[in-house]
């Protein structure tokens, strides 16, 4: 039993650290969805753990000859809403649907990874940028942490924060993603390169000239 003060990690490491299939898979995992060059491989075990978990709450449920009544329905209808408010499921999923979600699912809820796939950023890196630099917000609140796991029903809300210059269609970071777009343009290979350097210095100088919240309040007998 842990101390009663400090909450036990939730994310499981690997038992055995050295396994070539599992490390080529995590290599691959987190070139594709653009993780974290040092510590990447975390974020995939807190995914890892996290399916783990859902897997093994599914797994007791359907050995559960009852759970058609009483707690162990609630429970199932529980999960199968939750699982499904995250993007996860369908509306008709059931219990055998949760044994056949994937890590690289898991990874796509993650908000870098929807920043990417709603056109908010040119690659998986440079959505991690936008987020991490303050110019993605989910309605009035601004978002910074790229493992965010986005619900269904934020998915609208999402966009570029009210403060930043991409909001701006005419941006010419905007512009350049609607050309690479367009039919005979030249998209690049996401997962392999990061963003240059340029593009990074661009976003950290928006993000510093952006107003703040300070700002928006008036002062006292204006």
């Known amino acids: 039993m842990g101390h009663p003060k400090f909450a036990r990690p939730k994310t499981d490491r690997p038992t055995h650290p050295w396994k070539e299939a599992r490390i080529e898979e995590e290599h ?52 199968l809403v939750s699982l499904h408010n995250k993007g996860l499921l369908h509306e008709d999923s059931n219990l ?62 999402l966009g570029y924060s009210p403060g930043s210059p991409y909001i701006d269609p005419d941006h010419a970071f905007r ?11 030249t998209p690049e290979d996401d997962t392999q390169k990061d963003p240059e350097d340029d593009f990074v210095e661009q976003v950290k100088a928006d993000a510093e000239s952006a107003p703040t919240i300070e700002d928006t309040i008036p002062e006292e007998g204006a």
């Open 175 to 185: 512009r350049e993603m609607e050309e690479r777009r367009m039919p005979g343009g």
């Open 28 to 79: 691959r995992l987190k070139e594709q969805f653009g993780l974290k060059k040092v510590g990447g491989m975390k974020e995939i075990w807190r995914e890892k753990s996290a399916l783990r978990r859902h897997r093994n709450q599914a797994m007791k449920l359907i050995g559960r000859v009852d759970s058609t009544e009483g707690h162990f329905a609630r429970e199932k209808q529980d999960l």
């Open 96 to 157: 055998d649907d949760v044994l056949s979600i994937t890590v690289e699912q898991m990874l796509s809820r993650r908000l870098q990874s929807v920043v990417y796939f709603k056109g908010l950023a040119p690659s998986m890196r440079s959505a991690r940028s936008l987020i991490v630099h303050g110019h993605i917000s989910i309605g009035d609140q601004r978002m910074t942490v790229p493992g965010y796991k986005i619900l269904r029903s934020e998915e609208e809300e």
